[in-house]
């Protein structure tokens, strides 16, 4: 009996939660351990399922890098890296293409239905949802092309609206295109914050291989607002790759996100953590 009083106890916490995101649009960019490990895949998308059901409308925009690379091997095409980003030639991006929309995304698809959900598999292509133009960056004050790599400059709610405003779960792969019809890839980070911003989403949650952002005393932040992410960057507190993580996030309720998690995908149901409890597990960062 105490224990289902305890199970009881759980579902009136996460009541205020339930009621305040009725209606609310959350996208979640799912990627790292929870693409990989299979009982982590399982519960992210019956925490996806569950969100749908209580009247949220949940987004999921997904990676696929080692997919990728695998297929790459396979095919015989090798890798190359440049400040983190896949260079991306001919091969490579029909590579990319055939895997992140044939592959990877009918793969989330096919899970969230098997859950209950009824999920719907897209990519920026699909009626020129994501806009991109060649994207480029610096190494050593130098400029460096990166070849189909996407930097994205317009998204086209309408059709993930449609979709999401009835009873389905859009899941949309990384993949856009220019006005002559070339295909990109896109860094999966990038493209669920524009996604978001494009929408004025409630929530747009990261799922990662971290806890979250921590303090200098190797403790967990779970909530900072714009102002102590900036300061906590200056300090040095904030360093290495949780920087353009966190510049990420900002920028994204910059343009109209109203909180962004960075959570830690790696424990099972991580988003009815982050999301239905008084504390969460992450950070969540706000205006």
């Known amino acids: 009996m105490e224990e289902l009083i305890k199970k009881a106890g759980i579902l009136i916490e996460a009541l205020p939660y339930i009621q305040k995101l009725s209606g609310k649009t959350l996208v979640i960019k799912y990627g790292g351990n929870a693409m990989i490990s299979d009982e982590l895949r399982q519960a992210v998308m019956e925490d996806i399922t569950l969100l749908k059901y209580v009247g949220a409308k ?10 990728i690379t695998a297929a790459l091997k396979t095919y015989n095409v090798e890798s190359r890296f440049i400040n983190g980003l896949r260079y991306t030639d001919e091969a490579t991006m029909e590579v990319a293409q055939m895997v992140l929309v044939g592959k990877t995304n009918k793969a989330v698809v096919s899970t969230i239905n098997a859950k209950g959900g009824k999920a719907i598999g897209l990519c920026g292509i699909d009626g020129s949802i994501i806009k991109c133009k060649k994207k480029t960056t610096m190494v050593d004050g130098v400029e460096h092309e990166l070849g189909y790599v996407g930097e994205v400059v317009d998204v086209d ?3 993930i609206e449609l979709i999401s405003d009835d009873r389905y779960i859009p899941v949309i792969a990384p993949i856009g295109t220019d006005d002559e019809g070339r295909s990109y890839n896109i860094n999966a980070d990038t493209a669920a914050s524009a996604v978001a911003s494009a929408l004025g989403a409630e929530k747009l949650i990261f799922l990662t291989d971290t806890e979250g952002v921590k303090d200098q005393n190797n403790d967990i932040i779970y909530e900072m607002s714009k102002k102590n ?56 960062i706000t205006k």
């Open 58 to 67: 949940p987004i999921v925009v997904h990676g696929g890098g080692p997919d």
């Open 157 to 159: 709610t309408h059709v």
């Open 229 to 284: 992410a900036l300061a906590l960057i200056d300090s040095g507190v904030i360093n290495g790759g949780m920087i353009p993580k966190v510049l990420g996030c900002l920028d994204a309720i910059k343009s109209g996100v109203n909180k962004v998690h960075i959570i830690d995908g790696r424990i099972p149901h991580c988003l009815l953590l982050e999301i239905f409890t008084d504390t969460g597990i992450g950070t969540m």
